[in-house]
């Protein structure tokens, strides 16, 4: 490929490499759903007469409507780019596949959970107070039962997320190919 070729291509993705778009959607999401992660162990140990009581869960919404938009981005993005090939051993490639989509997964799972939690008592969710988001379904229990969904979908992402970040830094380090530097390389794909 020519040197000007490759760079008007960048946003797309390749067979061989991620696009820097699906580069920046990762980036963005990674550092979102770590940080949403963790503000949310965070925020629920406050006490009532705690300053950020209120506050801390309403970032906490609000970021998580973001995120749930960036996830659609995400999947028409993907749906609409080539799959770059992994590399690895054979059941390394399917449990990697499974694991990115287990992401998407969910990650839907856990916006839709959130939102349950914040709508079941019939309000609306606040959205930084640029728009609400209307409650849908209220009902008994609702609360108390999409709040263990959360939990325990939040916890099963973490181990997850554990798994995934062992299998990119064993590429790395171990394997020494592009995998890693191909998602997260400022120059995409560098040792291709
Ligand atoms: C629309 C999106 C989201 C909404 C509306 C939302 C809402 C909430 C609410 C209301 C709570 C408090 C539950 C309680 O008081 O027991 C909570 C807890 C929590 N959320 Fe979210 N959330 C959203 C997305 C996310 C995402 C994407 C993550 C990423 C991992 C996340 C991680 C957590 C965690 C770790 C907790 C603490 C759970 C616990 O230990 O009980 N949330 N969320
Ligand atoms: C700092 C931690 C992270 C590292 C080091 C990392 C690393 C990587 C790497 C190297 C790839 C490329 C795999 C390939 O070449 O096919 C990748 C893909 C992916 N990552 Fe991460 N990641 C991180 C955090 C996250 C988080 C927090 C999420 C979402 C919860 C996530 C979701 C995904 C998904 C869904 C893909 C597959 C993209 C696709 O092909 O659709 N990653 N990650």
Request: aromatic share 14%.
């Amino acid at each position: 490929l020519h040197k000007k070729e490759e760079n008007f291509m960048h946003w797309r993705n390749t067979h061989q490499r991620y696009g820097l778009t699906s580069i920046a959607l990762h980036r963005v999401m990674a550092i979102l759903v770590i940080g949403l992660f963790a503000l949310g162990k965070y925020m629920i140990t406050l006490d009532y007469y705690h300053s950020l009581y209120l506050a801390l869960p309403e970032w906490h919404r609000g970021l998580g409507v973001l995120t749930a938009l960036l996830l659609a981005a995400r999947l028409l993005w993907r749906w609409s780019n080539p799959l770059p090939d992994l590399s690895g051993r054979s059941w390394e490639k399917p449990l990697a596949r499974l694991v990115h989509r287990l992401f998407y997964v969910l990650l839907l799972a856990i916006v839709v959970s959130g939102y349950l939690i914040s709508t079941a008592d019939g309000h609306a969710l606040q959205v930084f107070g640029w728009f609400d988001i209307p409650a849908l379904i209220s009902g008994a229990n609702l609360e108390d039962r999409a709040g263990a969904v959360h939990y325990f979908l939040t916890w099963l992402l973490a181990f997850m997320l554990a798994l995934h970040v062992a299998g990119a830094l064993k590429h790395q380090f171990i394997d020494k190919d592009a995998i890693f530097t191909r998602m997260l390389g400022f120059a995409p794909g560098q040792r291709n």
